[in-house]
């Protein structure tokens, strides 16, 4: 794929006019059409221009940007900066490693968002392995489809729909309490295992797909191949289903993890006052008023690199995409 | 002979299988189904068990004006999000599928950036940028936020087709007179048509689903999700459930008609 | 001696279709036996049936006098080279052969020293640790081999290993296989649609036709006395002839074709006099004369195109009634021929009576 697509030997089309039918043709004929992006289409150079320039702009302004801006926010003392111009430090990231209240919902952060994803992928993956292998290739889709459906519904909607289930006049404990179990509800709303329900609910989806996709194209033959020289279904998951499915489980694991590490939806409805996590603290600070902001900035960076590390290094020693299957 | 359950699979770790999938379906739809069945309760307070069934809510909220606000206003949000993420996205995607671009694997890790930030973070970013830009929150902030969010979809989606297209076909087409728009309004735009119609619909689902970047950009006027929220916090009745049951059927029909239509398209 | 492999009245269906029909097939050890057959034939359900991979409808298999019928492929000594060696890519060349011994348990040196040992009996020991990725498609064969080598099997199955080589490296393929098979002493049950390939390498050949076996026997038996039509067309390039029965002589069977007299060996059958029978006659075992018969057989023919295939020519020769005649020549004969009107005729021990 070397050729060059700008080097074309004389590019027939300038001096004929093409002619085309239709709205296409009438625009390429107008002057303004000439005068405008015609010129800039029969210059290789401007082309280049047309084509670099606007994606660049929008990456830096709008992906870059907004993390720059935080990251200075997050060294200054106050925000807005006082006239007298702005003084930075690195006060703000002090306060979080001398303050346990922001230090231990931080953590307890990373352990949730770890455990969650434990979860999800245990849970996740035999339903991911239904789909993609024992499922007649026919069905397949129908079922796949039947896990989508829910995910159709937004995070509100699915978070709200948790606390049906959950809730002390919902539908377990009334069922529970029918059956005699119970005299009075258990508390479920607003403790961690609501919290994790409604999480899990929330991001299943996110595992699911990974896994599916690595799964599926693991070929029959070599699970065929593996019963075959001795390997009884336990050592045929181990020895081949696994490492084979290794790329699937890198992404939906980092997937989860770093929306788990985000999640804001869940804790605002199905979180109580012991379950403080993290977005929920840097989330208050931006509502306080604006004196706030340079802490809840130096925050978020620090949950930034911190997630996107753990991510990395992750990957890094599970070793994603180590196996191509040729 | 193509599947792994062909023979040799004892029944019993099929059996298992089979229940953790089942198991699984449940779990995802037994909220819902809940959520659905209580919005016919007929009582104004959300509890189990349901004695009698009405729906009176629906009539209640369909003739809600501040419900068919929050609907026109997600909509015209969504669709203004629609049209400049898929105009950035295949932008993008163009510059990091070209040729002899210097940079380009760090131009795509860049262009996916706002895809792997945890939502919080992107969401309170973008609320710093907008304040240092003086931009206000509302309407215009929440478009921008969601195409921010939306662009880096539509440039894997759009890439992995245009890495399938054949360069003979723009070839083919400059070799017959067409300059390089020309050639790309004619021949790629409409190769792409697959990947611009999954895009589109995930851009619009992805917008009207969006609440945490909407809970910080957003201005007075609210969206579906804020509205639904307002009414959680603010004390709860089965009109929520309603409320919620209709947007669900209507987003879920628009996905299960872009599966099929994906679907098609692709055979 | 007791056969390795037993198939007793084996029933194998797909929904109504039958793959494989009262299949009943003994298997003695140490032989190199080739299912021979077109696509859809039975053979290899037959030995995924072997395997382990398919469950037959009825009828039992047993391996060395047990019945296996039942056992998943991993309870059975059998091992099997996949068509598309379904060699495991996350695994080294070494590893991939020792597969099978870590799971039957041995110790970790015992392993390595067997892995390099088939390593090394097919010039791979300096390959061991790469990944079949890397390997090119002879290579990879040869590990697909030796894994399955590897547990010591009893059987060793091969479905069409050689079929995605390309000409030049299967034929020495071909010769690799039957060596090592002639080396280790095992049996092979090798798949094959190749006639060719079944030819060169088999003891035993077992042609395969709707599920059922159409015939077995040493490659030559089956191509000097083939039974049936399908295997005479199947193994080998064959001319057809109708003929009348008009008496049996011994080994022989007097016939009438296009009102000559002509003796064919009879194969074991023994048709009735006046029964209408089709004989063969090898393309090889035709002659040509020029224009004096002397006392052979020999009837009038007309040369229609010469082919020439280097070590040899065939022609196709027109006799009168409009029955064609594919004969194969070599140069010194071809030489003899002067012109397109030759005499055209054959030895009656080489022409053959089918069964149908």
């Known amino acids: ?326 | 002979m193509n599947s792994f359950a062909s023979r040799y699979f004892t029944d019993l770790p099929k059996t298992a299988l089979s229940a953790s999938y089942w198991i699984f379906v449940i779990y995802l739809l037994l909220p819902l189904s809940l959520m659905m069945a209580m919005s016919f309760k007929e009582a104004s307070f959300i509890a189990f068990p349901i004695q009698s069934w009405t729906l009176d809510w629906y009539a209640k909220v369909l003739q809600d004006q501040q419900f068919l606000g929050a609907v026109g206003y997600s909509i015209f949000i969504a669709v203004a999000t629609t049209v400049i993420a898929l105009i950035i996205g295949v932008w993008i995607a163009l510059l990091v599928a070209a040729e002899g671009i210097w940079g380009r694997a760090m131009i795509f890790a860049l262009a996916c950036l706002p895809a792997v930030v945890p939502g919080l973070i992107n969401a309170i970013s973008m609320r710093i940028f907008i304040r240092v830009l003086d931009i206000p929150t509302g309407t215009g902030a929440i478009i921008l936020g969601h195409t921010v969010h939306a662009v880096p979809f539509v440039v894997v989606m759009v890439l992995t087709r245009l890495r399938s297209m054949p360069h003979s076909l723009t070839d083919a087409a400059r070799d017959l007179g067409a300059d390089n728009f020309v050639a790309f309004l004619r021949v790629t735009v409409p190769y792409l048509a697959p990947a611009l119609a999954g895009s589109a619909i995930f851009c619009v689902l992805s917008s009207i689903d969006d609440f945490v970047r909407t809970f910080f950009l957003g201005g007075y006027q609210p969206t579906l999700p804020m509205l639904i929220f307002a009414k959680v916090q603010g004390g709860m009745s089965p009109e929520i459930n309603a409320m919620a049951t209709i947007v669900l059927i209507v987003t879920a029909a628009v996905g299960l008609y872009a599966e099929h239509f994906t679907r098609r398209s692709k055979a | ?356």
Not at chain 1, 80 to 90: E, F, K, N, Q, R
């Open chain 1, 1 to 326: 794929m070397t050729e060059s697509r700008t080097s074309r030997p004389g590019t027939a089309g300038r001096e004929a006019a093409p002619r085309y039918r239709g709205w296409i043709g009438q625009v390429t004929r107008s002057p303004l059409y000439a005068g405008t992006i015609g010129v800039l289409a029969a210059s290789p150079r401007a082309r280049l221009v047309l084509l670099v320039i606007v994606p660049l702009a929008w990456i830096v302004t709008f992906n870059i940007g907004p993390i720059y801006q935080m990251g200075r926010i997050s060294l200054m003392q106050t925000y807005p900066a006082p006239d007298s111009g702005a003084v930075l430090t690195l006060d703000n990231y002090r306060l979080f490693f001398r303050e346990p209240l922001y230090f231990m919902p931080f953590i307890r952060s990373l352990i949730f968002a770890a455990l969650v994803t434990v979860v999800t992928l245990i849970v996740v993956y035999p339903v991911a392995y239904y789909v993609a292998k024992v499922i007649r290739p026919q069905n397949r889709k129908r079922a796949l489809l039947l896990l989508l459906v829910p995910f159709w519904a937004g995070e509100i909607i699915r978070t709200f729909s948790v606390i049906m289930l959950l809730a002390n006049r919902g539908a377990l404990n009334y069922l529970l309490r029918e059956v005699g179990l119970i005299d009075r509800p258990i508390p479920m709303l607003y403790t961690y295992f609501s919290l994790s329900f409604g999480v899990v609910y929330l991001i299943a989806l996110y595992m699911l797909l990974p896994l599916y996709s690595a799964i599926e194209k693991i070929p029959s033959q070599l699970v065929d191949a593996a019963a075959d020289l001795g390997a009884g279904p336990f050592e045929r998951f181990r020895r081949v289903i696994l490492p084979l499915s290794k790329d699937g489980i890198v992404s939906g694991c980092s997937l989860v993890y770093l929306i788990t590490i985000g999640v804001f939806t869940a804790p605002l409805l199905l979180g109580g006052p012991n379950t403080v996590i993290f977005p929920e603290i840097i989330a208050a600070l931006f509502h306080a008023s604006n004196d706030k902001w340079p802490a809840g900035s130096a925050f978020s960076i620090l949950m930034l690199i911190v997630s996107l590390s753990t991510v990395g290094l992750f990957m890094k020693l599970v070793g994603g995409r180590s196996v191509r299957l040729s």
């Open chain 3, 1 to 356: 001696m007791q056969p390795v492999v037993q198939f007793r009245n084996v029933n194998k269906l797909y929904g109504a279709m039958p793959a494989v029909a009262d299949l009943d097939l003994s298997i003695a050890p140490g032989q190199f036996v080739t299912l021979l057959g077109p696509s859809g034939c039975g053979k290899s359900t037959t030995l995924r049936m072997l395997g382990g991979f398919e469950l037959p409808t009825s009828g039992e298999i047993l391996l060395d006098g047990r019945d296996i019928t039942r056992l998943p492929p991993n309870k059975r000594n059998v091992n099997i080279v996949f068509q598309d060696y379904a060699l495991f890519p996350h695994l080294t060349v070494g590893r991939n052969v020792a597969f099978g011994l870590e799971l039957k348990g041995l110790r970790s040196d015992a392993i390595h020293r067997r892995t390099m040992e088939l390593l090394a009996l097919v010039q791979l020991g300096d390959f061991a640790d790469r990944l079949p990725s890397q390997l090119s498609g002879g290579q990879r064969q040869r590990v697909a081999l030796m894994r399955a080598l590897a547990p010591d099997p009893d059987v060793l199955l091969l479905d069409e290993p050689l079929s995605a080589l390309d000409a030049k490296l299967r034929e020495q393929m071909q010769i690799e296989l039957k060596s090592i098979q002639q080396r280790t002493g095992k049996t092979f049950l090798f798949v094959t649609h190749d006639q060719e390939e079944a030819l060169t390498m088999s003891d035993v050949v077992v042609v395969m036709n709707g599920g059922r076996i159409e015939q077995m026997g040493d490659p030559h038996t089956l191509y000097a006395s083939p039974r049936s039509r399908f295997v005479a067309n199947f193994i080998g390039q064959s001319n057809l002839f109708e003929a009348e029965v008009m008496g049996l002589e011994g080994e022989m069977a007097v016939l009438s074709w296009n009102g000559h007299t002509v003796r064919a060996r009879r194969n074991g059958n023994s048709p009735a006099t006046g029964a209408r029978v089709a004989f063969i006659v090898r393309p090889e075992s035709i002659y040509c004369l020029g224009q004096t018969p002397g006392d052979a057989f020999a009837v009038p023919g007309r040369i229609g195109q010469r082919i020439f295939k280097g070590s040899h020519t065939t022609l196709e020769i027109e006799l009168p009634g409009r029955q064609n005649v594919t004969a194969q020549l070599d140069p010194q004969a071809l030489a003899r021929l002067d012109g397109d009107d030759v005499l055209v005729g054959w030895r009656w021990e080489n022409a053959v009576v089918l069964a149908d």
